[in-house]
């Protein structure tokens, strides 16, 4: 059967017509339930056996029918439903339940599985010495026996897809294995997996026992070898690779790697390796898994699961697609393959264009920055984008990861300022519930020298602006003050706005010279962002005083012009120390803002 890409063949339970196909049986609802924590309801293990159905599985062990009734009622509801679905490529997957070799156990099995289109039992028993002496309490002759006795059982019951796994097999005798294995064949099992329960194998020696089990198992060429690797030492992909390499065309896995203890083979790895390296490596191996369903399967198992995927998994964590320094961004942006093996798109993780996955931070250069910023609509130049960067690099410095929302704050602190009058060089405020908020600032003035000024106030903002007044001395009232953005996390950026407009005697003595030029009384805005909003808040400040300060000295040259056309006369202006002379405005006039 063909679909796009898939080649799956026909199913035959201990044959597979292609050479190279690999099955997948993905056992999530069986060896991942059994991760500590990860226990499912029936309807999300049926949610997962339908999605794993989409995604292509080829066999779903959908449970432990014996362990509950519950998870008797899952397996058999999804044996009912999922195993009787077909799917888009006419397939219609195997379910299988688990079972020790009791016979109470094989029957509970096979009763959840039958009335699926294609019902398979897997039955196991352990069969390495220290398996066998103290868990067991069984001979190997005995363990035979019970292995064999299980296979006819469940072959009398009318069971045909017999799965066989002699447990511990990595650690077992090669040669009890060719025996145990030769035995349950001729009883009439069809595939034999063979587990690495305790993740013990190197993936030379776990394909080297793939080898010789076929090599040497009686009537091995008749059924198919699969492999169940788990995670304990991080090689259970690996091993399962070996393993297919070396002729096993079953691969057991869970989604997200979930199992007993440090879990299992990880499907999404072990698939999407088969897919990118198969052809050229893997002697043309592939499988009937579709991709594209990879992402919202991982996602679906996470959730109902709460196994949380670490953020750089590979293939499905959050951070398996996002590119966070300077040169993979700049090699991103110029052509995706240079630092990505697959695109997320193929595996179902939707992204959008503009980002393609380029996460702002300390590691990030200006070619990032900038293209962000294009996104967001800003064109800069050099200059200008050399500054944003400096300003960017020390807010990464402090805060992990940039958003988009930072960026804005940054651009808008940095663009929408006037020309710089008074500079703000630094700030520190004492503040608390042991005494009154002081400021300390240090500003340049026009004349290019660094002053210091104090404050003392009723916050610590108000103490930065007294602080700020104490070397500016233009009278100012604030009308307005605003914290109107605030980006996510502890580490985030402040973003202030300030309305202030001209008070005290600068306002009264002003009055005529504004009435008689028609002017309204101004109000001027301010805006700035830190990581600290003090800082911020004065930043927003000495902005919006910059700019009542520029308007003043234009208002001067035009004022005393306007002055000779009054009657009243009366041009007070205010004189500033930074040399400016400034007219003021009248209080009870209509406001405007700049
Ligand atoms: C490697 C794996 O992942 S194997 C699958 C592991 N998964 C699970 O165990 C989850 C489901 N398990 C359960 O719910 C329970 O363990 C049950 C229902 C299966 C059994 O519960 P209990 O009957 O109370 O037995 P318990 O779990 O305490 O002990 C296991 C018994 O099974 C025996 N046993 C273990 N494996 C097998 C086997 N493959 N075939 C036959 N007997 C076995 C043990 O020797 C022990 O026997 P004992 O009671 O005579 O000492
Ligand atoms: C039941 C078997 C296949 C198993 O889970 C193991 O050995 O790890």
């Given at each position: 059967m063909r679909v796009g890409e898939i080649r799956r063949p026909e199913y035959v339970p201990n044959r597979i017509d292609d050479p190279n196909y690999v099955r997948i049986f993905d056992t999530t609802l069986r060896d991942g339930e059994q991760s500590p924590g990860a226990t499912l309801t029936s309807k999300e293990k049926l949610d997962i056996a339908r999605q794993l159905a989409k995604l292509g599985v080829d066999i779903i062990e959908a449970g432990f029918p014996v362990a509950s009734p519950d998870d008797f009622e899952a397996v058999r509801t999804i044996a009912m439903e999922v195993g009787n679905d077909v799917q888009p490529d006419g397939y219609v997957p195997v379910i299988c339940g688990l079972s020790r070799t009791k016979f109470q156990d094989l029957e509970r099995a096979w009763d959840a599985v039958r009335h699926a289109k294609r019902p398979r039992v897997h039955t196991f028993i352990a069969t390495s010495e220290i398996h066998m002496k103290y868990k067991l309490r069984m001979s190997e002759d005995e363990v035979v026996e019970n292995a064999v006795a299980a296979v006819k059982h469940l072959r009398s019951l009318g069971c045909n897809d017999i799965e066989f796994s002699p447990e511990d097999a990595g650690r077992s005798n090669p040669k009890f294995l060719y025996r145990i294995l030769g035995e349950v064949i001729k009883a009439g099992a069809t595939t034999l997996n063979i587990p690495d329960t305790t993740g013990w194998c190197l993936p030379h020696e776990f394909g080297e026992l793939i080898a010789s089990i076929r090599k040497n198992t009686p009537g091995a060429e008749n059924v198919i070898i699969s492999t169940h690797c788990q995670n304990d030492l991080g090689l259970a992909t690996a091993n399962s690779l070996a393993g297919a390499q070396a002729g096993a065309r079953q691969v057991e896995c869970t989604i997200n790697g979930i199992g007993e203890r440090a879990g299992n083979a990880s499907l999404e790895e072990v698939v999407m390796a088969i897919k990118l390296r198969g052809n050229e490596v893997m002697k043309g191996l592939h499988t009937g898994i579709r991709p594209v369903h990879i992402y919202p399967t991982s996602k679906m198992v996470s959730d109902y699961s709460g196994m949380i995927v670490q953020p750089h998994k590979a293939i499905v964590g959050a951070n398996a697609f996002a590119h966070e320094s300077g040169i993979h961004q700049d090699g991103m942006l110029k052509n995706r393959e240079t630092y990505e093996i697959m695109s997320p798109e193929s595996i179902g993780l939707p992204r959008q264009e503009q980002d393609r996955g380029i996460v702002l931070g300390k590691h990030s250069g200006r070619n990032a920055l900038n293209s962000r910023l294009r996104s967001l609509g800003y064109e800069l130049s050099q200059t200008e984008l050399d500054d944003v960067f400096k300003r960017f690099k020390s807010l990464a410095d402090k805060k992990k990861g940039i958003s988009d929302e930072d960026i804005l704050a940054l651009m808008s602190d940095e663009l929408?300022?006037?020309?710089?009058i008074w500079e703000l060089l630094d700030l520190q405020v004492v503040c608390g519930t042991m005494g009154m908020p002081t400021a300390t600032v240090q500003m340049k003035g026009p004349d290019g020298i660094a002053r210091i000024g104090v404050g003392v106030g009723t916050g610590p903002v108000d103490a930065a602006y007294k602080a700020v007044d104490s070397l500016v001395r233009v009278e100012a009232e604030l009308s307005d003050y605003s914290v109107s953005s605030v980006t996510q996390g502890i580490e985030a950026l402040a973003h202030t706005r300030v309305m202030i407009r001209p008070s005290g005697k600068m306002s009264d003595a002003g009055y005529s010279e504004h009435a008689a030029l028609g002017t309204v009384q101004r109000q001027f805005s301010g805006s700035g962002a830190n990581e600290d909003i003090v800082v911020a808040s004065a930043r927003a400040y000495v902005s919006a005083l910059n700019k009542m300060i520029g308007w003043m000295s234009v208002a001067q040259k035009v004022a005393p012009r306007a002055a000779r056309a009054t009657a009243s006369g009366g041009a007070a202006l205010a004189s500033v120390d930074n040399g400016s002379s400034a007219p003021s405005a009248g209080k009870d006039l209509a406001t405007s803002s700049m």
């Open positions: 929408h300022q006037p020309k710089v």
